[in-house]
């Protein structure tokens, strides 16, 4: 049974930082990409930042590159973000989500972690 578990949400204030794990079981990390998404009240599911275990170049959405990276452990099976410089705009419940690297539909996703960042 696939699990996706998501945790290190937390309030911080403009400028600091926080960095969001994902515990992954029942998954061989080198078959998947394991990406971060986030979904804000009132807004569509936006797809923050990939990386897959094969290779290749992580993918960062526009508006994190430079503050945002994304990282994983295939000992621990972890996929990890490291958020810098957060604004209020990143303010979002924060998914973790796996697909086949074959695949383009994500088939496993957490139940989110909430992120939220005051002025």
């Known amino acids: 049974q696939v699990q996706l578990v998501e945790s290190g949400g937390d309030s911080v204030q403009a400028g600091g930082s926080l960095r969001l794990s994902c515990a992954a079981s029942?998954?061989?990390?080198?078959?998947?990409?394991m990406s971060w998404f986030r979904q804000a009240p009132g807004k569509e599911r936006e797809r923050v930042a990939t990386?897959?275990?094969?290779?290749?170049?992580?993918y960062y959405t526009d508006s994190v590159k430079g503050r945002f990276t994304i990282s994983q452990d295939n000992a621990q099976n972890t996929l990890n973000l490291q958020m810098n410089s957060l604004k209020p705009e990143d303010t979002a419940m924060y998914y973790c989500?796996?697909?086949?690297?074959?695949?383009?539909?994500?088939?496993?996703w957490g139940r989110g972690t909430q992120v939220t960042v005051s002025s």
């Open positions: 990386i897959c275990a094969a290779g290749g170049s992580a």
């Open positions: 989500a796996a697909r086949l690297v074959s695949s383009r539909d994500y088939i496993y």
């Open positions: 029942g998954i061989t990390p080198t078959w998947y990409c």
